[in-house]
């Protein structure tokens, strides 16, 4: 069973120009308990996915085409009451900015209590002591002082962890994390993730986790789907993409990952070698290129690329990349 599958989503928005497509034709795949991470560069359409999904676009994007299938429910087809009763229950999302995602006006306990009385029928002291328990939970100190404090007087980290406890305390199935550590110190962020880890296996949960940091993919997930200029280019099992990406895009990704052993710290005098860098921009969404998106960036690009659109094509690592050098057929035939 597929805890949370989407297919062919495309999302547009409207400007000034008329409509362009942000999204298209998306697909990933979620299993009950399983850990997923949607990676790309900034702009690429990964939390547009996330928040779609959630039902949680911004004002002037819809939904054109496609499904978000949730335990079987089409969460697209639902009136907002009946995905209330979802989202926040079964499906829970941790935002990428703690300090945006909580209102500063209510304190921390009050925002993580009406998160479960949404859901639950509990009384008001029963809704504070889970609270409390939840808060211990993430690591909070001293959980009774958290409670009743503002946002503001909380750190970033502490922040995180009480966005944690929002999202966790009704219990989820999948948690959706959209850069949860952005934010964070490499220290902090080290404890949210190992917090992440441990509620999931504590409630065999499952994770689709947002980023484009390709170290804390590799630690946390175990597939992972590339996105690039609103379409799917790479998926597959995260050890073998990581050591041999098929997408020129993905191996870009994966070649600026720094290597300690060769850009770590040097002597005095010696100069560790440059991070290689990926030239020129991801297209813009009014002005995609005809054929590869990638194409203009690529340089294993040739006079296909520039004419066609890529279908996707199975990998032998049991994924699927969006690329011509994998098509077997047209290698036959020449």
């Known amino acids: 069973m597929t805890l949370l599958a989407i297919r062919d989503l495309t999302v547009s928005v409207r400007g000034p120009a008329g409509k362009t497509t942000i999204l298209d034709r998306v697909g990933l795949s979620v299993e009950p308990g399983g850990a997923v991470a949607l990676v790309g560069e900034s702009g690429s359409g990964k939390s547009l996915t996330a928040f779609a999904a959630m039902g949680l676009l911004p004002a002037g994007a ?53 998160a479960v009385r949404l859901h639950q029928s509990i009384s008001r002291r029963d809704a504070r002591a889970l609270a409390e328990r939840w808060l211990a939970d993430v690591g909070m100190p001293a959980p009774s002082r ?79 789907v590339v996105l690039y200029a609103g379409e799917v ?47 020129g921009a991801p297209p813009r969404f009014d002005m995609l290129p005809p054929g590869c998106r990638f194409a203009p960036r690529c340089d294993q690009a040739f006079d296909r690329c520039a004419a066609e659109r890529p279908p996707l094509y199975a990998t032998s690592a049991g994924g699927s990349v969006r690329c011509f050098l994998y098509d077997t057929k047209a290698e036959a035939a020449s």
């Open 62 to 114: 819809r939904v054109e085409s496609g499904s978000v299938l949730f335990e079987d429910k089409n969460l697209l087809e639902l009136r907002e009451r009946e995905l209330c009763a979802v989202r926040g229950a079964r499906l829970a999302m941790v935002f990428q900015e703690p300090s945006a995602a909580l209102n500063p006006v209510y304190t921390i306990g009050s925002q993580i209590s009406e």
């Open 146 to 224: 958290a409670y009743d404090s503002y946002p503001h007087e909380l750190s970033g980290g502490m922040r995180q962890r009480a966005l944690l406890a929002i999202a966790l305390i009704a219990g989820p199935s999948l948690l959706i994390a959209d850069e949860p550590t952005a934010s964070l110190d490499r220290t902090l962020e080290a404890q949210v993730l190992e917090l992440i880890a441990e509620q999931r296996r504590k409630r065999k949960m499952a994770l689709l986790l947002v980023s484009h940091d390709l170290a804390t993919v590799s630690e946390v997930t175990v597939r992972v």
């Open 233 to 279: 280019v790479e998926e597959g099992p995260t050890a073998s993409m990581l050591d041999a990406p098929a997408h020129p895009y993905t191996q870009a990704l994966v070649a600026s990952i720094p290597d300690p052993s060769k850009h770590g710290q040097r002597r005095l005098g010696q100069r560790a070698p440059l991070l290689p860098v990926l030239p």
